[in-house]
């Protein structure tokens, strides 16, 4: 995985999971993988201090990630590389123009998403009701979005916790 390889060795002995995401973050012997915090969200979110707000609220909960890991793309995504640099902590960015992605199927967005999500031991989403002006609502278990197929893929297939904010509320 490509957050073992981005890790600061000064970063190593701080962040380490406090076990909410049910040990899932543990290697084969049993001891703790560093955290790798994935950031995922609507590319219409404008309020940074509120997501930094958030995030730090998420670190206080969980601890302190060893890397960050984002799509790329404005809003959310943005605001985690902002967060990452101001605070000193390695980021990751899987854009969907990277050339891996080019002809991936079944779009570069989700090939993108899903190398976010597997490069991350926990995911951070502030997804958003709508999307180009479609109303998606708040059942993101069902509902069509980029987000919301992304914390879909972490809780389902890559099996991370997920914890999220609709982007609407911090607004």
Same mark, same amino acid.
């Not at 290697?27 to 994935?38: E, H, Q, R, Y």
């Given at each position: 995985? /490509?957050?073992?390889?981005?890790?600061?060795?000064? @970063?190593? =002995?701080?962040?380490?999971? +406090?076990?909410?995401?049910?040990?899932?973050?543990? +290697?084969? $012997?049993?001891?703790?993988? #560093? /955290?790798?915090?994935? &950031?995922?969200?609507?590319?219409?979110?404008?309020?940074?201090?509120?997501?930094?707000?958030?995030? =730090?609220?998420? /670190?206080?909960? +969980?601890?302190?990630?060893?890397?960050?890991?984002? *799509? *790329?793309?404005? *809003?959310?995504?943005?605001?985690?590389?902002?967060?990452?640099?101001?605070?000193? &902590? #390695?980021?990751?960015?899987?854009?969907?123009?990277?050339?891996? @992605?080019? @002809?991936?199927?079944?779009?570069?967005? @989700?090939?993108?998403?899903?190398?976010?999500?597997?490069?991350?031991?926990?995911?951070?989403?502030? #997804?958003?009701?709508?999307? =180009?002006?479609?109303?998606?609502?708040?059942?993101?278990?069902?509902?069509?979005?980029?987000?919301?197929?992304?914390?879909?893929?972490?809780? +389902?297939?890559?099996? &991370? #916790?997920?914890?999220? =904010?609709?982007?609407? $509320? &911090?607004?």
């Amino acid at each position: 995985m /490509i957050w073992f390889d981005v890790l600061k060795e000064e @970063y190593q =002995h701080q962040a380490y999971c +406090n076990g909410s995401c049910g040990n899932r973050c543990q +290697n084969v $012997d049993g001891a703790k993988k #560093p /955290i790798s915090l994935g &950031i995922s969200g609507s590319r219409s979110l404008k309020n940074y201090s509120a997501f930094a707000e958030k995030v =730090h609220e998420w /670190i206080e909960r +969980n601890g302190r990630p060893a890397q960050m890991v984002s *799509g *790329g793309q404005k *809003g959310a995504d943005t605001f985690g590389r902002q967060f990452a640099e101001e605070n000193d &902590i #390695p980021f990751v960015e899987h854009h969907h123009n990277d050339p891996r @992605y080019r @002809y991936a199927q079944p779009n570069k967005y @989700y090939a993108r998403n899903m190398a976010l999500v597997h490069d991350s031991t926990h995911l951070l989403a502030f #997804p958003s009701e709508s999307s =180009h002006g479609r109303r998606l609502g708040r059942d993101w278990e069902n509902t069509r979005g980029g987000t919301q197929w992304t914390m879909r893929y972490a809780q +389902n297939e890559a099996e &991370i #916790p997920v914890d999220h =904010h609709w982007a609407e $509320d &911090i607004e």
